[in-house]
């Protein structure tokens, strides 16, 4: 299994998009995927589990998209150069011990011509500090609000073809 951590509370969010065709690609390969939907994620729950406090929903979270994948694909937009505080925040609020060793995938979302590229390096600096291993093909994905979707799914021929050949690599990784 693999999860996908859509990482911005921001509703409606493009990010969350992304994500779901991710999970399409994935699962076109009979890949069973779940998403992480960071607007479901309470800022409260994670508050009341960062320094040694304990959040029945937060543990939950964790325990059901954390802890059984030994891969994650992180999609984070770009917010003011870098990727969200909210994630972080769940990062900080996460025994550390449940990120070592795992195989991370990224992909970048921005309205801008950056594709949250910097985003993306601040957070494998994080990930490697954790002990997690970051795969060097990562996706970053400019002014996607021009982007091409149906029925609000992305169609964007050369972003999926950027995506699936992540995936080829990933899953090699
Ligand atoms: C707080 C905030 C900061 C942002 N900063 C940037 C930025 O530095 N560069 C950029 O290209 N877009 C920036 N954006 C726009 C996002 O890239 C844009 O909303 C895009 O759709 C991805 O975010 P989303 O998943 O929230 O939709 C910012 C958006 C927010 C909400």
Redesign the pocket.
Known sequence: MITII?S?N?P???????ANAYAELLDSKGIETKILPFERVMARAIENNSFDGVDEEFERLVKEYISPSDRLVV?S??????F?GIFKFFIDATDPKFFRGKRVALVG????????IRGMDHLTDVFHHMGAEVYSRKIPI?R??QMVYEDDMLSDAPTIEALEKQIEGFLKF
């Open positions: 859509s911005t921001r409606d969010s493009y990010t969350l998009r992304i999609i937009p770009e917010y003011n150069g870098s969200p979302v921005a309205s801008g011509r950056a594709g949250n400019s996607v609000h």
